[in-house]
């Protein structure tokens, strides 16, 4: 499936993302909702598009705010846009701003649509904390009490316990288990080292710094200036470490088993802050503005597996999918992108697509294929650049994109785990 | 035509004020008349149990008085008699028994105001364009229909004179916290509520109930507190105005009469004042500056059918530090259009973006706009070290460093990133737009637009068309400067402009006079007595030694021996002294504000200082020389008219507005008079005194600049 039935063709024009930051560090005080606004505008800006040629915007965002509910529309209230731009936003748990950009990508295939932007933002640094399902009680029927002697009896009904907060925590809601816990579980199955995932980390940050001192990174970034500093300029992600060293990685303890675990801070991507989006649009609207595509969407597919098995290995499935239904093999994709969720999870997915065994139960003839670290993650991956949730998706269309024009690679691969068992692929093409 | 339409509904008989052929309703003494037939009909009808009155226009109640008819009268009991109608008509509806709401949407001011006040009952909306004031003081008149009496008494003295004094107008949500309007709706309903209202008062059903806070109850209640309000009043007013404008001081008297003694007495000195004031000078001049500013807003800069204004949506600002930020961050504020401020290196751009962003969030620090607005308007602006957006501009203001290569760098890198019908803006104050322009791909499309420090507070914006603009250009400046909320002249592209033209001979002057040994207050003190907010060894201060120097060499150049700096402006850069900024130039200053004379300078000079020159020699010095360069400039054109000539210097500097400027000024001395001053001083003081040929010229002739008047 080359191209869609009705032969329309979607473009990725341009893709921008802020900084990432860690979670709790230089976005801290930056609501979701500002980050995503900020690099949906400067992304305008850069394309030269003039928001009234954009039909929709599309949102990725996993913890999204109780204020700002959809986020994608308080982007497409910037005054930039008219007032009259549908948006909505998604949840596709990791792969969001992927699932953004592939919703994007069906509006104009449809027909519905020429021009989108699709994106993605989480801030985990302002996650929405909630109170005890008794204290939300008190709260509502004081707020309905009609006198004052009743509105004090409510309240006077809170125990201390009650007045304890819920956060939402980064575990399945159906196992209970948390994502590290479940990367653990990944790893000892699977047989993957310590060794093995610090040396993945290692090669994380080391391609992470070399691709932000030479511009590769830095060319995807719009720089945030902080309000809350006096006009401090964040330019960079903060969580490359260009100095980091294996001896460094393994002296961290691991943080999910303490006696015999192996996934530690430093072989995992971190909690992190920030927004991405890309400028998506049908070839024609592309040819009639003036732009000059930067690649084609050419094939997606999502697939799920049980939670309670091995989380974090839906790609297996996804990525041959993608690839059949984009008529092509693994061996006619030029770059790829790997979501790195954690060293544990990047190496199993590794091992099941280059494995005989997995070919089987793929119902394949022969493995999906065999990963060549000198075609993927060129620019380093989540371990080090971070992973905003919600985020990560437009980022690696954005450097994929970058990636393929730079190499003039005909294809590229995309591929994401996501909480909840998913996998998540896409085929870019060049021409 | 019928400027107002009668509805009789159950009772209620629902007045409709729509001025035919006019875009705002103003009470005109037909519409005056009419009204007062219209009201008498209804008083006696008796199928009327009540009234509404309300108006037809979409964003106006009722604007005022027709000003136009000030300007007639003749004389100080034509004047009173105009006041004491207005009074009547007050009088009759405040003591009619049959109730009458006000429903008021948009502008309610001056007598619309007082015609509402008249009223016993009042519903504003809740809508942005809902404002009411009193500004009569501002054209140096005041509420003469009333206003002086029934504003106090509903709102109390502190508040009302608050409002009279300055002229201000409130919103509408201020208004009912003042409890000037009794409720607040939407437009949607205004009528409907009115009529209820209406109703419901027939019915005597409605008390009106008046709330006084603690405050409220010491300064306004009781007749101790009140002598507080008049003295503080009074001692604001002679603070702001130095004693030059008499209508506050007329109002604070008509007011404090009226509480003291009686509102028969209030009304009284009501009128009487009004007569004195509307024959006075002071008034007649601020009501000419008034009728300019309306013809300037309305004025496109262009000769009438030349072009029109290109729309602009976005603009790019080149240059992020002080002036372009502050560019930029009127520009989101009052233009509401998109920004893009660019300069070289983002941590530069970072601060600019910042301080742009400072202007806008003072308007909300100071509850002018709402949160969200700030949000909206925020959204503007956004900063870049590249040209990304600036393929989208439809204007560019380049406001980089004061240096003729660095300008024409600039114009000649943004014109291969812009649109080519985008227009290319410099703000300079010193060099020639047409020097600029010279290398430029599209000379037709640039020109110079001079913001003035700071900008989002100094009214005025010259525009500068150079050699080869286009008239598209002129106007898609002036009507954006316009947006910007500026009063803009479009003016020659000769050294100095307009503004700094007149100025340079000004400056020089109070240099010379402090090297004769002028002490440093007293030359400032001559021209605030003059009328000027600030003397110009203050205004120096402000502007920065380093820019008035930069500024005083361009002039020398230009025009000769006449313009030679004194040296005083080298002698304190010298002593690295850059005027406020730098904490200290021809005063000292204490955490940023002005404190006193600085000695140092004296001793600096090597000059002992001595009272020896009088003021009034100071004040002919200094005064008759920036005359004396208006109407040079004005023999070489600079300005297309004696009116934009006296807007820039009043709106400029802050030449005296009840003088009227320096080019009616002149007309009013006699320009004979002014050419033998001019000679009577280069016989005292040097040729830098030698009249301009054209005043000469004018004196033999009789001519004045404003030809239509007298």
């Known amino acids: 499936m080359p191209t869609a039935p009705n032969g329309r063709r979607v473009a990725v024009?341009?893709?921008?993302?802020?900084?990432?930051?860690?979670?709790?560090?230089?976005?801290?005080?930056?609501?979701?909702?500002?980050?995503?606004?900020?690099?949906?505008?400067?992304l305008l800006y850069r394309t030269e598009?003039?928001?009234?040629?954009?039909?929709?915007?599309?949102?990725?965002?996993?913890?999204?705010?109780?204020?700002?509910?959809?986020?994608?529309?308080?982007?497409?209230?910037?005054?930039?846009?008219?007032?009259?731009?549908?948006?909505?936003?998604?949840?596709?748990?990791?792969?969001?701003?992927?699932?953004?950009?592939?919703?994007?990508?069906?509006?104009?295939?449809?027909?519905?649509?020429?021009?989108?932007?699709?994106?993605?933002?989480?801030?985990?640094?302002?996650?929405?904390?909630?109170?005890?399902?008794?204290?939300?009680?008190?709260?509502?029927s004081a707020s309905k009490a009609r006198s004052f002697a009743a509105r004090l009896g409510a309240v006077l009904k809170t125990r201390p316990r009650d007045l304890i907060p819920i956060t939402p925590a980064i575990a399945e809601p159906s196992t209970g288990e948390s994502m590290g816990q479940s990367a653990e579980k990944m790893a000892k199955e699977n047989g993957i080292s310590r060794e093995a995932q610090d040396q993945y980390a290692l090669m994380s940050h080391q391609r992470a710094a070399a691709a932000t001192a030479d511009g590769r990174l830095t060319a995807e970034i719009v720089p945030w200036f902080r309000e809350d500093s006096g006009g401090d300029v964040i330019a960079t992600d903060n969580g490359i470490r260009p100095d980091t060293s294996l001896e460094a990685l393994a002296d961290l303890r691991p943080v999910f088993d303490r006696r015999y675990g192996s996934v530690t801070a430093g072989n995992s991507s971190p909690l992190t802050d920030g927004a991405s989006a890309v400028v998506l649009m049908a070839e024609?609207?592309?040819?009639?503005?003036?732009?000059?595509?930067?690649?084609?969407?050419?094939?997606?597919?999502?697939?799920?597996?049980?939670?309670?098995?091995?989380?974090?290995?839906?790609?297996?499935?996804?990525?041959?999918?993608?690839?059949?239904?984009?008529?092509?093999?693994?061996?006619?994709?030029d770059v790829f992108e790997i979501h790195e969720a954690f060293a544990a999870q990047v190496l199993s997915n590794e091992q099941a697509w280059g494995s005989r065994e997995w070919a089987q139960r793929l119902g394949r003839t022969a493995p999906v294929g065999r990963v060549d670290w000198d075609k993927t993650n060129l620019a380093g991956g989540s371990i080090a650049i971070g992973h905003p949730f919600g985020a990560t998706g437009a980022r690696l269309v954005t450097t994929l994109t970058n990636t393929m024009i730079e190499r003039d690679a005909q294809f590229g691969l995309i591929s994401i785990c996501a909480q909840g068992g998913m996998g998540f692929a896409m085929v870019l093409e060049r021409r | 035509m019928s400027a107002f339409d009668v509805a009789i509904d159950d009772g209620i008989a629902v007045i409709t004020f729509d001025l035919p052929d006019q875009p705002v309703n103003v009470l005109s003494a037909d519409a005056r008349r009419e009204f007062e037939t219209l009201f008498s009909e209804l008083k006696a009808d008796e199928r009327v149990r009540a009234l509404v009155i309300i108006s037809g226009k979409p964003g106006t109640f009722i604007a005022g008085a027709d000003i136009e008819e000030f300007t007639a009268l003749d004389s100080q009991d034509a004047a009173e008699a105009l006041s004491r109608t207005g009074q009547d008509m007050v009088t009759r509806l405040a003591e009619s028994s049959k109730p009458i709401v006000a429903a008021i949407h948009g502008t309610c001011l001056g007598g619309g105001l007082e015609l509402a006040l008249a009223c016993h009952y009042r519903i504003a909306t809740d809508h942005p364009k809902t404002q009411l004031g009193l500004p009569e003081v501002q054209l140096g008149l005041l509420p003469g229909a009333g206003g002086c009496q029934l504003l106090p008494r509903l709102i109390g003295a502190r508040a009302a004179l608050d409002m009279i004094l300055a002229g201000r107008s409130v919103r509408a949500t201020k208004a009912l916290r003042l409890g000037l309007v009794d409720e607040l709706v939407s437009p949607a309903i205004l009528g409907s509520v009115a009529s209820r209202a209406a109703r419901r008062m027939a019915d005597r059903r409605e008390r009106r109930r008046r709330r006084r806070g603690v405050a409220g109850w010491l300064l306004d209640a009781n007749p101790l507190g009140r002598q507080l309000v008049y003295r503080g009043a009074r001692k604001q007013v002679l603070s702001k105005t130095g004693g030059h404008y008499p209508a506050p001081l007329a109002a604070l008297d008509a007011v404090r009469t009226g509480l003291e003694r009686g509102m028969r007495a209030g009304l009284i000195v009501e009128h009487k004042k009004f007569g004195e004031l509307a024959v006075g000078d002071v008034s007649r001049k601020l009501v000419e500056i008034f009728f300019a500013t309306t013809a300037l807003k309305k004025d496109d800069g262009v000769s009438p059918g030349s072009a029109a204004?290109?729309?602009?949506?976005?603009?790019?600002?080149?240059?992020?530090?002080?002036?372009?930020?502050?560019?930029?961050?009127?520009?989101?504020?009052?233009?509401?259009?998109?920004?893009?401020?660019?300069?070289?290196?983002?941590?530069?751009?970072?601060?600019?973006?910042?301080?742009?962003?400072?202007?806008?969030?003072?308007?909300?620090?100071?509850?002018?706009?709402?949160?969200?607005?700030?949000?909206?308007?925020?959204?503007?602006?956004?900063?870049?070290?590249?040209?990304?957006?600036?393929?989208?501009?439809?204007?560019?203001?380049?406001?980089?460093?004061?240096?003729?290569?660095?300008?024409?760098?600039?114009?000649?890198?943004?014109?291969?990133?812009?649109?080519?019908?985008?227009?290319?803006?410099?703000?300079?104050?010193?060099?020639?737009?047409?020097?600029?322009?010279?290398?430029?791909?599209?000379p037709e499309h640039v020109l110079g637009m001079?913001?003035?420090?700071?900008?989002?507070?100094?009214?005025?914006?010259?525009?500068?068309?150079?050699?080869?603009?286009?008239?598209?250009?002129?106007?898609?400046?002036?009507?954006?400067?316009?947006?910007?909320?500026?009063?803009?002249?479009?003016?020659?592209?000769?050294?100095?402009?307009?503004?700094?033209?007149?100025?340079?001979p000004y400056l020089n002057e109070a240099g010379h006079l402090l090297v004769e040994g002028t002490p440093i207050d007293a030359i400032d003190r001559a021209m605030t007595r003059f009328g000027f907010p600030v003397g110009p060894l203050t205004l120096l201060d402000e502007v920065g030694l380093d820019v008035a120097q930069k500024g005083g060499q361009v002039m020398r150049e230009a025009y000769g021996e006449r313009l030679d700096p004194p040296g005083v402006i080298d002698a304190l850069l010298a002593d690295k002294r850059q005027g406020r900024k730098s904490g200290g130039g021809f005063y000292a200053y204490r955490k940023g504000r002005k404190h006193h004379p600085d000695d140092a300078v004296y001793r600096l000079l090597g000059i002992r200082p001595a009272e020896a020159i009088s003021p009034e020699t100071i004040e002919q010095r200094l005064v008759y020389l920036l005359l004396n360069e208006a109407a040079m400039a004005m023999d070489e054109d600079v300005v297309r008219s004696a009116r934009d000539g006296d807007m820039g210097a009043i709106f400029g500097f802050g030449f005296p507005p009840f003088r009227g400027g320096p080019l009616r000024l002149i007309d009013d001395l006699g320009a004979n008079r002014v050419v033998d001053m001019l000679r009577g001083l280069e016989s005292a003081f040097g040729p830098r005194f030698a009249p301009a040929p054209g005043l000469v010229g004018m004196a033999e002739s009789g001519d004045r600049f404003y030809r239509d008047r007298e």
């Not at chain 1, 893709?15 to 500002?34: C, E, H, S």
């Not at chain 1, 690649?295 to 993608?322: E, H, K, N």
């Open chain 1, 13 to 42: 024009i341009n893709g921008l993302r802020t900084p990432f930051a860690k979670a709790g560090t230089l976005l801290r005080n930056v609501p979701p909702v500002d980050l995503a606004r900020h690099v949906a505008r400067e």
């Open chain 1, 49 to 140: 598009l003039r928001g009234k040629e954009v039909d929709e915007v599309i949102f990725g965002q996993v913890v999204p705010s109780v204020l700002t509910p959809n986020v994608a529309r308080e982007v497409s209230l910037l005054p930039q846009f008219p007032r009259t731009v549908p948006a909505f936003s998604l949840n596709r748990a990791c792969a969001s701003a992927a699932q953004a950009v592939t919703a994007g990508y069906d509006q104009i295939v449809l027909g519905h649509a020429d021009v989108v932007v699709a994106g993605g933002v989480e801030s985990l640094s302002q996650v929405p904390i909630l109170h005890s399902r008794r204290f939300s009680e008190i709260l509502v």
């Open chain 2, 450 to 504: 001079h913001f003035f420090s700071p900008v989002e507070k100094m009214p005025l914006l010259e525009v500068i068309p150079g050699a080869a603009t286009s008239p598209r250009a002129v106007a898609t400046a002036v009507a954006f400067g316009k947006r910007m909320g500026k009063t803009v002249i479009v003016v020659r592209d000769r050294p100095g402009f307009w503004v700094n033209r007149l100025l340079a």
């Open chain 2, 309 to 442: 204004a290109a729309d602009v949506d976005l603009i790019g600002v080149v240059g992020s530090g002080f002036m372009g930020a502050a560019i930029a961050g009127t520009a989101v504020t009052k233009a509401q259009v998109e920004v893009r401020l660019k300069d070289t290196d983002v941590n530069r751009v970072a601060q600019g973006v910042g301080a742009a962003r400072a202007i806008l969030k003072r308007r909300y620090t100071r509850r002018r706009i709402t949160k969200h607005e700030f949000a909206r308007l925020d959204a503007l602006l956004s900063g870049t070290a590249g040209y990304e957006g600036f393929g989208q501009a439809d204007l560019i203001v380049e406001a980089v460093f004061e240096e003729l290569d660095i300008k024409r760098k600039v114009l000649a890198e943004v014109e291969t990133q812009v649109r080519d019908d985008a227009i290319f803006a410099t703000n300079t104050s010193t060099i020639p737009i047409t020097d600029i322009a010279a290398g430029a791909e599209r």
């Open chain 1, 284 to 333: 024609e609207t592309a040819a009639a503005l003036g732009y000059t595509p930067g690649t084609f969407i050419r094939s997606y597919a999502v697939s799920a597996v049980d939670p309670g098995w091995q989380l974090l290995m839906g790609p297996v499935f996804a990525v041959p999918q993608a690839l059949d239904r984009a008529g092509i093999g693994w061996q006619d994709v």
